[in-house]
């Protein structure tokens, strides 16, 4: 099985061209190729696809977590999937449409002088407010919790603001605070600076995956807490471990757009 591996500010993914491959069991391979000790090392893995049929999309993108679970979507996984898909031959409209089990978004991309993806903003449609439809059991919500900013960016994120950014403890709570019992479908967990009305420091803790350099879902949440919270306004540049992301709630649609790069970094063949 060939396999290409790409991230989008260090959050890293196995690519798997799924017009030309069989997967039989991606969350077994996932957990398997994600490993970075015995396999290729990655947050999880990620299958380009076609599009469901009578879905008004270019391809379709399926992305499992490193132990397995399936994701509805990821941020930095998308860009990716869009610079495959135009780099690879498999679609070259822009903007791309790009089904995911969000929903169909759309995809503006920029080009080097080699004619290859090298940035990717993506129009991740409106957030999700409503505590039910994120999904958060309100009757569940403790002292743990209750102060967190409640965002689905078609997967579900908790925005906790902190002093500082202090990765040990925070990390370690939000391992506890994935598995929350006020949370159905687990939680991914951001811990946010505020250095300006423009600019946020953000720590991630994933669900699924754990600690990871950048959360592209999660930091467009971040953009809708700030102005939520009157921290922020609606557009910020939000520094994560692994990089920067341009984000804006645009006023005028409700849509949040995210900006940022995406990188192939090697191809290779897994035996499966």
């Avoid at 006020?182 to 994933?206: S, Y």
């Amino acid at each position: 099985m060939r396999f290409t591996k790409m991230h989008g500010i260090g959050n890293d993914y196995v690519y798997v061209d799924g017009f030309a491959e069989a997967v039989a069991d991606p969350p077994a391979l996932s957990v398997r190729i994600s490993d970075r000790h015995f396999g290729v090392g990655a947050d999880g893995l990620i299958l380009v696809l076609p599009p469901d049929d009578g879905v008004n999309a270019h391809v379709r993108m399926r992305m499992f977590n490193a132990d397995g679970s399936e994701g509805e979507m990821c941020g930095n996984g998308i860009r990716c999937v869009c610079k495959y898909a135009h780099d690879h031959g498999l679609a070259d409209a822009r903007p791309m449409k790009v089904q995911t089990a969000a929903g169909v978004l759309s995809l503006d991309y920029q080009t080097n002088g080699d004619g290859r993806v090298e940035t990717v903003t993506v129009d991740m449609g409106e957030p999700i407010l409503a505590l039910p439809d994120i999904p958060v059991d309100k009757s569940g919500l403790d002292e743990q919790v209750r102060e967190a900013t409640f965002v689905s960016m078609g997967n579900p994120h908790a925005v906790f603001y902190v002093d500082s950014i202090n990765r040990g403890p925070q990390l370690a709570l939000g391992e506890t605070l994935e598995r929350h019992p006020a949370f159905p479908n687990r939680m991914n967990i951001h811990f946010v600076q505020v250095n300006g009305d423009d600019e946020v420091t953000v720590l991630h803790w994933e669900r699924g995956s754990g600690a990871t350099l950048a959360c592209g879902t999660g930091a467009c949440a971040v953009a809708v807490a700030g102005v939520l919270n009157g921290r922020t306004g609606r557009a910020i540049t939000a520094h994560l471990p692994g990089g920067d992301l341009g984000l804006e709630w645009r006023e005028s649609d409700n849509h949040v757009l995210m900006t940022g790069p995406a990188v192939e970094i090697f191809s290779g063949e897994w035996p499966e």
